[in-house]
Antibody
Framework: EVQLLESGGGLVQPGGSLRLSCAAS????????MSWVRQAPGKGLEWVSA????????YYADSVKGRFTISRDNSKNTLYLQMNSLRAEDTAVYYC??????????????WGQGTLVTVSS | QSALTQPASVSGSPGQSITISCTGT?????????VSWYQQHPGKAPNLVIY???NRPSGVSIRFSGSKSGNTASLTISGLQAEDEADYYC??????????FGGGTKLTVL
């Protein structure tokens, strides 16, 4: 069964930085696009960013463009999200999600359990 | 990109059918057959129940079905069961090469 395990969340001050990681297993990581999706406390889902299987193509939501960077290391089966210039409104549970076979930013077939990021002074 | 519009809540009795709507624009729902639906129980990660408008992933009950007409997609759950009580989110690919979610619908099984 596909496994996705996020880490790196925590408390950070406004303007600070944080890097999230997502360790993938039980599938051929490089064959699949990956995304980050977040959920603010008590709120709905918001797509954040996506990356192709090779890492050569990336997409970002307008709300994080220029501040967040998605990347992946296929040799380590790991997805990353570098978050800079963090704001209070970035406070959320961040989910790593695997896309469906052969697609990107189309649907999210498997999800991790999430890691909480809290931006507060 | 504005969120897709879903009803805040729907309810039904065990055994009944319910439908949740998801309204967007011609730049998202109406323009592509890339609408998906997710079920989320409290404190849990979302779970895909419908993709590409009407396809059901392996392991998802046949009681779940999806459709689309114009700018509105719909999720129907037939034969409601207590375990179906959860939040449901629709999402769509957009013309801006992004994904937009609906605001979510809380399903209560009476």
């Amino acid at each position: 069964e596909v496994q996705l395990l996020e880490s790196g969340g925590g408390l950070v001050q406004p303007g600070g930085s944080l890097r999230l990681s997502c360790a993938a297993s039980k599938f051929t990581f490089s064959n699949y696009a990956m995304s980050w999706v977040r959920q603010a406390p008590g709120k709905g889902l918001e797509w954040v960013s996506a990356i192709s299987g090779s890492g050569g193509t990336t997409y970002y939501a307008d709300s994080v463009k220029g501040r967040f960077t998605i990347s992946r290391d296929n040799s380590k089966n790991t997805l990353y999200l570098q978050m800079n210039s963090l704001r209070a409104e970035d406070t959320a549970v961040y989910y790593c999600a695997r896309e469906g076979p052969g697609v990107i930013i189309q649907y999210f077939q498997h999800w991790g359990q999430g890691t909480l990021v809290t931006v507060s002074s | 990109q504005s969120a897709l519009t879903q009803p805040a809540s729907v309810s039904g009795s065990p055994g009944q059918s319910i439908t949740i709507s998801c309204t967007g624009t011609s730049s998202d729902v109406g323009g592509y057959n890339y609408v998906s639906w997710y079920q989320q129980h409290p404190g849990k990660a979302p779970n895909l129940v419908i993709y590409d408008v009407s396809n059901r992933p392996s392991g998802v009950s046949i009681r779940f079905s999806g459709s689309k007409s114009g700018n509105t997609a719909s999720l129907t759950i037939s034969g409601l069961q207590a375990e179906d009580e959860a939040d449901y989110y629709c999402s769509s690919y957009t013309s801006s090469s992004s994904v937009v979610f609906g605001g979510g619908t809380k399903l209560t099984v009476l």
